[in-house]
C-alpha cells in the first residue's frame, strides 16, 4: 500500500557555496532514499532551503561589504543552481527568508509559549568588544568544562556532546577575530527543554532497531543533561519575536537553529500552496501512516533527535505540562535521523578558509554528477568518517563506472545494435541464462530493502554484483564467437540487454542522468525518472527568488521489465568519461596551491 514519505533534508547555510563533504551528509542520500520512494509507488515530499538567518550570515556580508539580504540572496542561488545539477530531485527547496516562512515559525512559537514550554530568563550574552555584536554561541571556542576537549563550541561540545553556554568555556575566543569576549546581562527566551526529558526518552527507546545505533546512542546518551536552551538573539537580521513588547525590539530575533529546523514545516507548507492544495502538507504531516526521515550530518543530529522532536511535541501539548496543539493542528515526530558521519578529504577537514575543499560547482564542472554521486553512495561516510582521495575517486570511476557498468552496457547494446539492429528476441534459454535472469530479478527486493533501510553501501554493491555477474556471463558465452548459430546470438544478447534494463532500474537512484539516458537508447520514450529544475518564483511585494522543483512522475518503476523485442537499436554513446590518472597530480596540485 502506498505511504506518504517526508524527506527532510538538512538546510545548507548561505554564507558562502557548498563544498562535496556538505552534499555527502545531506544532498545525495536523501536523493537516493527519496528516488527509490518514489519508484516503489509512494508518495514522497522532499524538501528543504537555504538557512539565511544568524550572526554568519552579517559577519561575512561585513566581509564582503554588502548587505546580509544581499549575501543570502547571492549564495542562495548559488546553492540552488548547485543541487540542481547533482540532480537532487527537491519537491521544493527553498529559503528561510520568506513570509511564509516567518509566519511558520512565529505560529511554532506562540504554540510553544502558549502550552508554556517557552519562558523568559536573564542570561549573559557575549559580545564582541570591537564591534559591541552579539556573538553566535557556535563563533565561540574554548575548553570544555566538563571533558578538557580544547576546542569546544559555545553550544556543544562535539567530543562528550553535552550541550554547553558560552559562558561556561574555559578561556573563550571568538574564531572571528580571536578577541576575547565580554559577557553582559540579556533577556532571552528559553525552551525548556527538561519538560520533555520523560516524553523524549520513551520515544527514543521505541526506535531501538530502526535507527542507526551511532544515531540513537548519541540521542539517549544527551537524555540525561537537558537543560533549558535560548531560542531569542540580540540580532537585528532574523524572524521577529511575535509576543506584545519584544516584536517591537529592533535587536531581538528568534535565534537561527530555531527558525531552522521549522524549514522543514514551512517548506511543506509554501510547497501545498504553490500546488494548490493549501492543505496538501497534512498527509505528510499529521497523517498517522506517514513516515518522515530526516537527513543531516552528524553535527546536527542533537537538533533533529532532540530539540526538534521537543519543539513538535510542545507544539502539540504533550510534555510534562501538557496543553493543546496550536492553530496548525498536532504534527508528526520523526520516523527516523538518518546522519551520516563525515567526510575528509586527503586526510584533511574540509576547510574553506585553509583552501582544503572542492565546491559542488567546481566539481561538477570537471566531472560527472553521477561519478560524484556514485562515490558517495559507495565509499561515503554513511556509518564511519572517511576520507575522500583523488586517486579513489580516478579508481572507482575508471574500474567500475566505465570498465563494469559502462562496458557492459556498451557492448550489450553494440553488439545487438550491429548484427540485428533491434533488441533480439530470445529463444531456447540455457541454465546460465535463467540463473543470470534469476539474480537479476531477485535482487530487486534485496536493494530495495537496503534502500529502505538507508544503508546506501550494501544497495549499490549488491547493484553492480548483477553487473558484474552480467559481465561474467558474456565473457563465458562470447557471442562475439558463435558464427553459425544466429538464434543462440539472439538469446544470449536478449539475456544481457534484460539484465541491463534490470540494472539501469537498480542503479536509478543513485544514477538518475545515465539510466535516463539508458532508457533511451534501449527504445524508451517520454520520462524515465524526473530531474529538477530551477524556476523563478514571486513572493507578495514583488520579491523573486529561485526554487528547485520538478515532475518527478516518470515511468521509473521498482520492479522488473520485460523488454520488448523489435525495437530499434541504435550505436551507443559513452555513459561515463574514462579519467586521465594525471588527474590525480592536477587535483592535488590545485589543492595545494
Not at 265 to 273: D, Q, V, Y
Amino acid at each position: 500500500m502506498s505511504q506518504h514519505i517526508l524527506t527532510a533534508v538538512a538546510w545548507p547555510y548561505a554564507n558562502g557555496p557548498r563544498h562535496i563533504g556538505h552534499v555527502s551528509g545531506f544532498g545525495v542520500p536523501s536523493d537516493v532514499f527519496s528516488r527509490y520512494q518514489r519508484m516503489a509507488g509512494n508518495k514522497v515530499l522532499m524538501v528543504s532551503g537555504t538557512d539565511e538567518h544568524g550572526t554568519p550570515i552579517q559577519v561575512q556580508a561585513d566581509k564582503e561589504g554588502v548587505t546580509a539580504r544581499e549575501l543570502a540572496d547571492r549564495y542562495n542561488r548559488v546553492i540552488v543552481e548547485d543541487l540542481r545539477a547533482l540532480g537532487l530531485s527537491y519537491d521544493l527547496f527553498t529559503r528561510t527568508t520568506t513570509a511564509n516562512h516567518y509566519a511558520v515559525a512565529q505560529e511554532i512559537f506562540k504554540g510553544l509559549h502558549a502550552n508554556g514550554y517557552i519562558f523568559p530568563k536573564t542570561t549573559m550574552g557575549a559580545i564582541s568588544p570591537s564591534t559591541g555584536r552579539t556573538l553566535p554561541d557556535r563563533y565561540i571556542e574554548g575548553t570544555c568544562p566538563i571533558c578538557g576537549y580544547d576546542g569546544a563550541r559555545g553550544d556543544q561540545c562535539d567530543n562528550c556532546g553535552n550541550q554547553l553556554d558560552p559562558i561556561q568555556l574555559i578561556n573563550p575566543v571568538s574564531r572571528i577575530n580571536g578577541e576575547k569576549p565580554v559577557f553582559v546581562e540579556t533577556e532571552h527566551f528559553m525552551l525548556d527543554l527538561p519538560a520533555f526529558a520523560e516524553v523524549l526518552g520513551s520515544w527514543l527507546q521505541s526506535k531501538q532497531g530502526d535507527w542507526r545505533p551511532n544515531v540513537l546512542k548519541f540521542s539517549l546518551n544527551l537524555l540525561g543533561d537537558l537543560q533549558p536552551r535560548a531560542i531569542s538573539r540580540d540580532l537585528d537580521w532574523g524572524v521577529p519575536i511575535p509576543l506584545e513588547g519584544w516584536s517591537d525590539q529592533a535587536n531581538k530575533r528568534l535565534y537561527v537553529w530555531f527558525d531552522a529546523v521549522i524549514g522543514y514545516l514551512s517548506a511543506s507548507i509554501e510547497w501545498a500552496r504553490r500546488s494548490g492544495d493549501p492543505d496538501a502538507w497534512r498527509q505528510w504531516w499529521q497523517n498517522p501512516e506517514a513516515r518522515g526521515y530526516y537527513f543531516m550530518g552528524k553535527d546536527n543530529i542533537v537538533f533533529h533527535s532532540e530539540i526538534w522532536p521537543a519543539m513538535l511535541l510542545g507544539y502539540n501539548g504533550q510534555g510534562s505540562r501538557d496543553g493543546s496543539p496550536g492553530s496548525l493542528g498536532a504534527l508528526n515526530l520523526p520516523s527516523e535521523v538518518v546522519s551520516s558521519e563525515f567526510l575528509t578529504m586527503e586526510g584533511r577537514k574540509f576547510s574553506s578558509s585553509r583552501q582544503v575543499v572542492i565546491y559542488v560547482r567546481d566539481f561538477l564542472e570537471r566531472y560527472d554528477a553521477d561519478a560524484l554521486r556514485y562515490y558517495i553512495a559507495v565509499a561515503g561516510p554513511e556509518n564511519q568518517d572517511t576520507d575522500f582521495t583523488w586517486s579513489e575517486f580516478v579508481n572507482r570511476n575508471n574500474g567500475e563506472l566505465v570498465a563494469a557498468w559502462g562496458n557492459l552496457v556498451n557492448r550489450s547494446i553494440s553488439m545487438a545494435a550491429k548484427n540485428f539492429g533491434v533488441i533480439p528476441e530470445a529463444g531456447d534459454l540455457t541454465d546460465a541464462d535463467r540463473a543470470l535472469l534469476a539474480q537479476s530479478r531477485a535482487a530487486f527486493p534485496k536493494v530495495g530493502a537496503e534502500l529502505a533501510r538507508s544503508r546506501f553501501k550494501n544497495a549499490v554493491t549488491e547493484a553492480f554484483d548483477v553487473v558484474r555477474e552480467a559481465n561474467r556471463y558474456l565473457a563465458e558465452q562470447e557471442p562475439w564467437k558463435i558464427k553459425d548459430n544466429p538464434e543462440r546470438v539472439k538469446s544470449i544478447l536478449h539475456v544481457a540487454l534484460q539484465v541491463v534494463d534490470d540494472a539501469k532500474t537498480l542503479l536509478t537512484p543513485f544514477l538518475p542522468t545515465s539510466s535516463n539516458k539508458i532508457y533511451a537508447m534501449l527504445g524508451g520514450t517520454g520520462v524515465w525518472s524526473g530531474m529538477p529544475e530551477v524556476r523563478e518564483v514571486d513572493e507578495e511585494g514583488g520579491r523573486a527568488y529561485p526554487i528547485i522543483t520538478g515532475s518527478y512522475d516518470g515511468a521509473a518503476r521498482w520492479e522488473s521489465s520485460p523488454i520488448r523485442a523489435g525495437l530499434p537499436l541504435a550505436p551507443p554513446t559513452p555513459l561515463f568519461a574514462k579519467l586521465d590518472p594525471k588527474v590525480v597530480d592536477e587535483e592535488l596540485a590545485r589543492l595545494e596551491g
